[in-house]
């Protein structure tokens, strides 16, 4: 994978690269990022690459895509309880999630990457909680490997950005 490269991609999809900043200095690093572990590599797919998701169509867009195309606008001027409510509804609403809206939510969050880890830490904390909670046992596995990939996709971009670390979701 190439710098500029993300796992999030796809012939229909495309997560833009950073935006061009001077990455900071390790020590600078914020505190939800923590450096690369012994066990770097255990639970990733193979050269850090995810098959592609089979969206059962491409021709219907999902709940995201509908909402707004700008996703900057979609998730930018929203609090944390309402991003959690879009979640709630992405997830019920839709059985298998669309590769297309996986794109927009990892964009999103890739572009908050150097500007607020926090912002990005929460919401995949939320994203993950709220899949276990309100994923139905048959689409489990369909939304498990969507925030995967989204996961791994920010998590490439925390690398990018801060040196050799890794975004650190839950504390301890």
Known sequence: VSPNQYIC????????????STPLPRKHAP???????PLKGIGRVANNALSPIKPKTLASPGLLTQT???TTGLFATKTMDQIKQIFANWITSEPC???????ILA?????LVPYNLE????????????????????????WRTAYSRI????DYAVEQCYGSSKLKLHPG
Do not use: K, N
């Open 9 to 20: 991609r796809d012939v229909d999809c495309h997560v833009s690269p950073l935006p061009s």
């Open 31 to 37: 505190r939800h990022v923590q450096p690369h572990s």
């Open 151 to 154: 996961f791994m996709t920010v």
């Open 119 to 142: 912002r990005v830490r929460l919401c995949l904390v939320c994203l993950d909680r709220l899949i276990t909670q309100l994923g139905l046992p048959d689409s489990m596995r369909d």
């Open 68 to 70: 707004g195309a700008d």
């Open 107 to 111: 964009s999103y969050l890739v572009e």
């Open 97 to 103: 999630p669309q590769l297309e809206d996986i794109c």
